[in-house]
């Protein structure tokens, strides 16, 4: 069974750094796709990076772009980052971390697995 457990959320000021971590349990980590999405208060859902099994290809959205990477360790922590920089107060949301093991475009596909999120609050 897959579980993902996210981690590394917090309150920082505009401007400042974090990274998230979201660590895979229970299966060979490496066949899945993973990504990472946010939701803010009364918006949608909004995907925010996406990284291939192999790590070899990443994805961000134009609304993080030059500010956060994703990436993943596959060898011995099954776990994929996401870092975020110069934060906006935008940027508040809580990001959840998601896995799949479909053959779908990585930049696009569903995801059938979810973390429970880890809130991110950007103050001025």
């Known amino acids: 069974q897959v579980q993902l457990v996210e981690s590394g959320g917090g309150l920082v000021q505009a401007g400042g750094s974090l990274r998230l971590s979201c660590v895979d349990s229970g299966h060979t980590f490496s066949n899945y796709r993973m990504g990472w999405f946010r939701q803010a208060p009364g918006k949608e859902r909004e995907r925010v990076a996406a990284i291939s099994r192999s790590g070899d290809n990443t994805y961000v959205s134009d609304s993080v772009k030059g500010r956060f990477s994703i990436s993943r360790n596959n060898i011995t922590k099954n776990t994929v980052y996401l870092q975020m920089s110069a934060l906006k107060l935008e940027d508040t949301a809580v990001y959840y971390c998601?896995?799949?093991?479909?053959?779908?475009?990585?930049?696009?596909?569903?995801?059938?697995?979810w973390g429970q999120g880890t809130q991110v609050t950007v103050s001025s």
């Open positions: 998601a896995a799949s093991a479909t053959k779908s475009d990585f930049t696009s596909g569903p995801y059938e697995y």
